[in-house]
C-alpha cells in the first residue's frame, strides 16, 4: 500500500515535469516557427514592431547569476567554515538560525530594501568609486541610476548566501575528527588543516549547494525585476540596466494580447526553464567528475 | 616506582618526561600527579584498564588535549628537559617533534603519496626531488614500500587495514620526528598485521623514543622495554618490562597482570 503509493507520488512527479515541457513547448512554438533561430541570437525584443529577441534577456539572466555567484561562494562557504571550525559552539546555532532566516525573507521585500537602501548605496557610492578606480575596465562605466545588474546581482548574492552555507555547514561537519586530529599531529595549523584537508574533503557537497544556489538564482524573479532595471539591452557595464528572462515574463505577460507575443513569452519561460537544466546538468556532471578522478 | 619515588627520571636518559602532570576533564581529574620518564631509544609501553587514562597521558606529551575545549593540564612535560608548554614553545614545533599514530588507522583521502607528503609540504617543504625521496625513506622505514611502491598515486583507502596504519606511521615519521605516540596502533588490526606492527616497532626504537599505549599485556611484553601500569588516574608503577610482569611489586600491578581484574 505505502509501496503504490509512494510510487505514484513519484510519477505524478515525473508526469508534471514532462507536462510543463511539452506545454511550454506547445505554446512557445508559433514565435519559434515564425523568427527560427534569430530569437535566440536577436536583442531587439520590439512588441510592437513584432519583432522578438531574446538574446539580452539570456545575457542578464546568465550574468547576474554568475555575478551573484562570485560575490556569495566566499561569504557562504566562510560563513560555513566559521560555524563548523572557528566559531565558539554556543553562538554557532543562534548564527546559523539567523543564516537560515535570510532564505525565509519573501523575495519581494528583498526587492524593497534594494530599491530603496542597497540601489542608492549602489549609485552614490559603489557606483562612483568602482567608476573612479576601475572605469578603465568597459565592465564598470557609468553612469549609474541604482538599478542595474550590479545592484541585481548584489541583492542574488545576498538571497544566496544561505543556501550556500547551510549545505556547506551540513557538508562540513561530516569531515571525521580523527583526519583533523592526523594533520594537527603532524604539525599543521587549523588554518592548513581546513585548507588541506577540510575543504578538499568536503569539495563535491559544496560545489552540490553552490549548484542548488546558482539554480535559485537562474529563477529569481520578483527581487529581480524591481532592481535590475528592465531595459532589454546587453550593457558589458555592470552599472547600467539589465533585464532577465523571470523579469521580463513577470512584467510582460499581462500586455501580451497579441498570439505571437504571448507565445514569445512562453518561450522566453522555456528557454529560462532549459538554461535552468542545462546548468544543473552541467554542474552535476562537473561534480560527478571531480568525485569520480583519481585523487594525487 | 611509584610517583612518590624520585630518582627514576635522572637515572635514565630521558628523552620525555613529566612532571606532577594533573589533567583535568572539566572538573573531574583524569591524571594525577604523574612523574614518568621516558628513556632515549627505547619502549615504553602504557598499561592498564580502560579509562585509567593512559591514552590523555600520552596525548598530553604532544599537546593534543588542547583540541579538547574542556581538558585543563596542570604540572609540566619536558622534551630533551625543556617544557613543552612554556610559552616561548611553539605548538606547532611540539607537534612535529613528537609524533603521534592513532587507535583507528586515520589515512587522509588523498594519494598514498599525498598522505606521507603532507606533513614535508605543511612544514614548507616544496622541491618534488626532496619530497619524493623523503616519502620513499619514511615509506621503506614503515616497511611498506615494497607492497606499493607500484601505486603510490592510487587512494590510501583502498588499502588494507594494517597497510593504512603503516601509511600513517609513514606519515609521521616523514616530518622526522623525535618521539613517536602510538595509541593502541594495533588494536584494529588481524594478528599478522599486528605482527608486522610491532616488528616495526621494534626497528624504529633505534632511531626514535617510542612511547606506545597498549590494553594487550602480550603486547607490552613483546615490544616495550619499559612498562608503566596506569589505574583510576594514577601510576602505580613503572619499571623494565621484564621485571614489571614477572615481578611486579606492587599488589594491583600484580592482580592486573595475572588477570583478576581490569
Keep these: 500500500m505505502t509501496h503504490a503509493a509512494t510510487l505514484a507520488a513519484g510519477m505524478l512527479i515525473l508526469l508534471f515535469l514532462v507536462l510543463i515541457a511539452s506545454q511550454l513547448l506547445r505554446l512557445s512554438l508559433p514565435a519559434l516557427r515564425t523568427f527560427g533561430g534569430r530569437f535566440f541570437v536577436s536583442s531587439v525584443w520590439d512588441p510592437v514592431g513584432e519583432q522578438y529577441g531574446i538574446l539580452p534577456f539570456l545575457y542578464g539572466t546568465i550574468v547576474s547569476s554568475v555575478i551573484a555567484l562570485l560575490i556569495a561562494i566566499p561569504f557562504g562557504v566562510g560563513t560555513a567554515i566559521f560555524l563548523t571550525e572557528v566559531a565558539p559552539r554556543r553562538i554557532r546555532g543562534p548564527i546559523a538560525f539567523m543564516v537560515d532566516m535570510l532564505a525565509a525573507i519573501p523575495s519581494v521585500v528583498y526587492g524593497l530594501w534594494g530599491i530603496f537602501v542597497l540601489a542608492p548605496l549602489v549609485s552614490q557610492h559603489a557606483a562612483p568609486w568602482l567608476e573612479k578606480y576601475l572605469g578603465f575596465l568597459p565592465l564598470f562605466r557609468g553612469p549609474s541610476y541604482g538599478v542595474s545588474m550590479l545592484t541585481a546581482s548584489l541583492i542574488l548574492s545576498v538571497m544566496i548566501v544561505p543556501y550556500i552555507t547551510a549545505i556547506s555547514r551540513e557538508i562540513l561537519l561530516t569531515v571525521p575528527d580523527d583526519i583533523k586530529a592526523a594533520s594537527f599531529a603532524l604539525g599543521a595549523t587549523h588554518w592548513e588543516t581546513i585548507w588541506k584537508i577540510v575543504l578538499p574533503y568536503t569539495r563535491a557537497g559544496i560545489g552540490a549547494g553552490i549548484v542548488l544556489a546558482l539554480g535559485r538564482a537562474l529563477g529569481e524573479t520578483m527581487a529581480v525585476t524591481m532592481l535590475i532595471g528592465n531595459q532589454p539591452q546587453i550593457n558589458v557595464s555592470v552599472l547600467q540596466p539589465g533585464y532577465s528572462m523571470a523579469a521580463v515574463i513577470a512584467n510582460e505577460f499581462t500586455e501580451a494580447t497579441t498570439p505571437v507575443y504571448l507565445s514569445a513569452i512562453v518561450a522566453v519561460g522555456l528557454a529560462l526553464f532549459a538554461v535552468t537544466l542545462l546548468v544543473n546538468l552541467a554542474a552535476r556532471l562537473l561534480l560527478w567528475r571531480m568525485r569520480v578522478r583519481p585523487i594525487r | ?262
Excluded at chain 2, 598515486?153 to 620526528?177: F, H, K, M, N, W
Excluded at chain 2, 588494536?187 to 621494534?202: N, R
Excluded at chain 2, 612511547?211 to 603486547?219: F, G, K, L, W
Aim: with cysteine.
Design chain 2, 1 to 262: 616506582m611509584v610517583s612518590g619515588e624520585p630518582a627514576q627520571a635522572e637515572m635514565l636518559d630521558s628523552k620525555m618526561s613529566t612532571r606532577d602532570l594533573n589533567i583535568y576533564y572539566g572538573p573531574r581529574r583524569a591524571i594525577n600527579a604523574i612523574s614518568l620518564s621516558m628513556r632515549r631509544n627505547h619502549v615504553t609501553a602504557l598499561i592498564g584498564p580502560s579509562g585509567c587514562g593512559k591514552s590523555t597521558f600520552l596525548r598530553a606529551l604532544n599537546r593534543m588535549n588542547e583540541l579538547i575545549p574542556s581538558v585543563r593540564t596542570e604540572g609540566d612535560v619536558l622534551l630533551d628537559g625543556n617544557s613543552i608548554y612554556d610559552r616561548s614553545m611553539d605548538v606547532i614545533d611540539v607537534r612535529r617533534r613528537v609524533g603521534m599514530v592513532f587507535q583507528k588507522s586515520n589515512p587522509f583521502p588523498k594519494s598514498i603519496f599525498e598522505n606521507v607528503a603532507y606533513g614535508l609540504r605543511i612544514n614548507g617543504l616544496s622541491d618534488k626531488r626532496v619530497i619524493a625521496e623523503q616519502v620513499e625513506k619514511s615509506l621503506r622505514n614503515a616497511a611498506l614500500w615494497d607492497e606499493i611502491k607500484d601505486r603510490l598515486y592510487t587512494p590510501a583507502l583502498d588499502l588494507s587495514g594494517g597497510q593504512q596504519q603503516r601509511l600513517c606511521i609513514a606519515r609521521a615519521l616523514a616530518v622526522e620526528p623525535e618521539v613517536l605516540l602510538m595509541d593502541e596502533p594495533a588494536s584494529a588490526l588481524d594478528p599478522i598485521a599486528t605482527q608486522k606492527i610491532e616488528e616495526l616497532i621494534h626497528d624504529l626504537k633505534k632511531q626514535y623514543t617510542i612511547v606506545i599505549v597498549t590494553h594487550n599485556m602480550q603486547q607490552a611484553a613483546r615490544v616495550s622495554d619499559y612498562t608503566a601500569f596506569f589505574y583510576m588516574g594514577d601510576l602505580i608503577e613503572v619499571d623494565e618490562t621484564e621485571r614489571l610482569f614477572t615481578k611486579p611489586s606492587r599488589k594491583q600491578t600484580e592482580d592486573y597482570i595475572t588477570g583478576r581484574f581490569g
